[in-house]
């Protein structure tokens, strides 16, 4: 069965990569987004400096939402609380009451005396 964080994670995934491919083929299938005359170099340049730069925070930045999202995906729920309080109730019921008494005396630190100066 899938809890919701699962869903939503690979929601989160699929859209990352999605929306990565489809930046990837627009920017390097289209080439120049403003029209005009091909053959001007200088715009070339000055475009893929541009480009280039935010193609790859863009990508980083969507490989971390997918990252994050696989991670939601696969990664199974917790357990309710009520669950994890009832286990702990049943370990404490399992103990005798002199062996948790006495433990609990051995785990307190002595206190030093004050030395008088």
Known sequence: MVSKDQTIGG???VV???VGILYTVGLLYFG???GGDSSVKAWEIQFW???IPVF???IAIMAIGAWIG???ATTPPPKPIEEITS???EK????PAEAVTETEEQKKPERKKKSET
Request: glycine share 0%; net charge negative; aromatic share 12%.
């Open 56 to 58: 790859l925070a863009f």
């Open 92 to 95: 404490a019921e399992e103990k």
């Open 87 to 89: 286990e702990i109730e």
């Open 16 to 18: 990352c990569v999605i």
């Open 32 to 34: 120049n987004p403003l």
């Open 11 to 13: 929601l989160i995934f």
């Open 49 to 51: 400096l541009i480009a």
């Open 70 to 72: 696989w991670t939601m």
